[in-house]
């Protein structure tokens, strides 16, 4: 497909595990960024990646979160030892040049619906 | 800090009501503001771009415009099927994308 996907769109997971959620974005895009979106609240950013380096990670809310993108297309958000607050869309997002570009479009994915029990 | 407040939280419109949502903001240097559409279970769709005060953009029924302080997204004669949540979301100098928590449309028939 020509969008970004991202998979797996629901997971279920236990207090205190691992998990791994991944992201293809839009062939070509150089820029890669991450979101968190709870129930009523718009999307909150997390990381963004230019090409395969994180530009900028202030987002991410504490070191069980981390995020890898080693060949400057896919790319993971990791997050250890979750926890109930965690629960959440995941959203990943695409562009062409990146924030180097004033307006440049993000193109979203359909989302990652994380649940912790 | 960049900070974008959108009202109202909810709206529900008869079908061929026209409205404006509104998108409140304080940015350092604004970059672009953006207005996205997301549906139930999907992703935020982009919608439009503005860049300076004064710009304004169409699409169909939706027109947006942009003041140096708020934006607009103005609908007219709106349909059922332009319901859902509307986000906007400003990018400052060298920064990423601030979302509002958005205006969720009904459009009853």
Redesign the interface.
Known sequence: GAGVSQTPSNKVTEKGKYVELRCDPISGHTALYWYRQSLGQGPEFLIYFQGTGAADDSGLPNDRFFAVRPEGSVSTLKIQRTERGDSAVYLCASSLMGLRTGGDIQYFGAGTRLSVL | EDQ?TQSPEALRLQEGESSSLNCSYTVSGL??L?W?RQDP??????LF?L?SAGEEKEKERLKATLTKKESFLHITAPKPEDSATY?C?V?GR?????????TMLLVSP
């Open positions: 974008v970059r672009g953006f996205y279970g999907k992703g935020p769709e982009f771009t860049y986000l979301a990018q060298y920064s990423t994308l601030t979302f509002g928590k958005g």
